[in-house]
C-alpha cells in the first residue's frame, strides 16, 4: 500500500523559510521521480516542482529560484525547501508519485504566508 505523509507545513511571514518533507512507503522510493503539487485557494492544482530518480529538476517558473527540490533515498523521504515565501505561495502543498500507471497522492499539508 502506497502511502504519502507531508509535513512541515505552518504559518510564516512573507520573505520567510519552511522546509516541507513527505515521507514514502509502500514503493520503492529510489525508482521513481517524486512532485510537490499546490492549491491555492479557488485554484486548480499545480505543479510546484519535481526530481526524477536519477535527480534531474523542474521547477514551475513561478517558484524558480526560490525553491529547491531535494530527495533522501536512504529516508524514502522528499524535501521542498521554499524560501522567500510570497502571499500568492499559500495552498496546501501535496506530494505525488506515479506508479505503474496510477497517481498517489499524500494529504496535503498548508502554508500559509501572511504578517
Known amino acids: 500500500q502506497v502511502q504519502l505523509v507531508e509535513s512541515g507545513g505552518g504559518l510564516v511571514q512573507p520573505g520567510g523559510s519552511l522546509r516541507l518533507s513527505c515521507a514514502a512507503s509502500?514503493?520503492?522510493?529510489?525508482?521513481?521521480?517524486m512532485g510537490w503539487y499546490r492549491r491555492a485557494p479557488g485554484k486548480q492544482r499545480e505543479l510546484v516542482a519535481t526530481?526524477?530518480?536519477?535527480?534531474?529538476?523542474n521547477y514551475a517558473d513561478s517558484v524558480k529560484g526560490r525553491f529547491t527540490i531535494s530527495r533522501d533515498n536512504a529516508k524514502n523521504t522528499v524535501y521542498l525547501q521554499a524560501n522567500s515565501l510570497k502571499p500568492e505561495d499559500t495552498a496546501v502543498y501535496y506530494c505525488?508519485?506515479?506508479?505503474?500507471?496510477?497517481?498517489?497522492w499524500g494529504q496535503g499539508t498548508q502554508v500559509t504566508v501572511a504578517s
Open positions: 509502500g514503493i520503492t522510493f529510489n525508482i521513481y521521480a
Open positions: 526530481i526524477t530518480s536519477g535527480g534531474s529538476l
Open positions: 505525488n508519485v506515479n506508479r505503474f500507471g496510477q497517481s498517489y
